[in-house]
């Protein structure tokens, strides 16, 4: 075979044609996880700006990594099982040019001269999202969680573990038991690392808000309401279940309870608790990161939901 045809090959296997002595650097992108590739190479002078200092590779290099990155998400109609009808006017469904891809999965390219060098270099093959008929894992999860909602407000309540919503089909695509959602949540929890623990020997701080010449001295008339004043839902409660509402610091305490600008007349007492145990907390507060696509090490680190159905 010789060598041009070779390169055909290549090019048709990449998805592009494009020289290998084209030179970019990291401002040549305007995507973090894509300098942070550029940066793993040495220097050279970049072909655009011809100026040293900043980390540069090879143009072909950087789209050979895009693409890869690409086919994670992304693959050609035909592999993906998407039907085409002529009549129809094609592809049964979204399809996209490569060069539109890259405009949809965020590629930030800067300046018009290399710009133009991508998008003519690029072959005019087609795309979409793998598994075309089927959701998304988060759509998945997130509907889960809509019918897992509605099942415990209106059908089972509190005795839901075993119960099955008189709406599932278990032959339905995409949808999963709404119970079932509960054990997706808890592998996402592990694998985002927010399940803490609090020690018991830390404070816990409780606020009530009383009229101003009310005062309270005991835990009893700091804690939780008794029965028969648990009559209103809160946003962890339901009507009839009193539950503790306390936060780690008196500041969130008073700021999550009292407004001296609406509660003129009142005043906010607060209390101090400690738990009898070491308490095993669900930190949402946790700030979270949404993996690049061209990020290897962040697609490599990425959620592996397990979403089951009965």
Known sequence: MGRAKEMMLEAEVNGFDIDANIIVCTKCFGNDAIKQFISNDTGSDCTYCSKKGDASCSLKLVLEHVMTCIRTEWGRPANEGLVYETREGGWQGEVYNTWNLFDIVGIEINGAELLNDIESSLMDDDWCRQNPYSLAKDRIL????????????TEARYVFLNATP???NQYQHDEIHPVKILEALTDITKELDLIELWDK?????RVRVVNSDVSFHS????GSPSLEFASIPNRMSPSGIPMFYGAFDKQTA????YDPEISTDKKAICGVFYPIRDLVLLNLSKPLSIPDLFDE??????LTIKVTRE
């Open 201 to 205: 020997e830390k404070a816990i701080f």
């Open 254 to 257: 008073v700021s999550e309870t």
């Open 297 to 302: 090490k962040s697609n490599a680190n990425c």
């Open 166 to 168: 008189s709406t599932y």
């Open 219 to 222: 835990a009893k008339e700091l």
């Open 142 to 153: 997130f509907y889960g969680w809509i019918n897992f909602s509605r099942f415990v407000m």
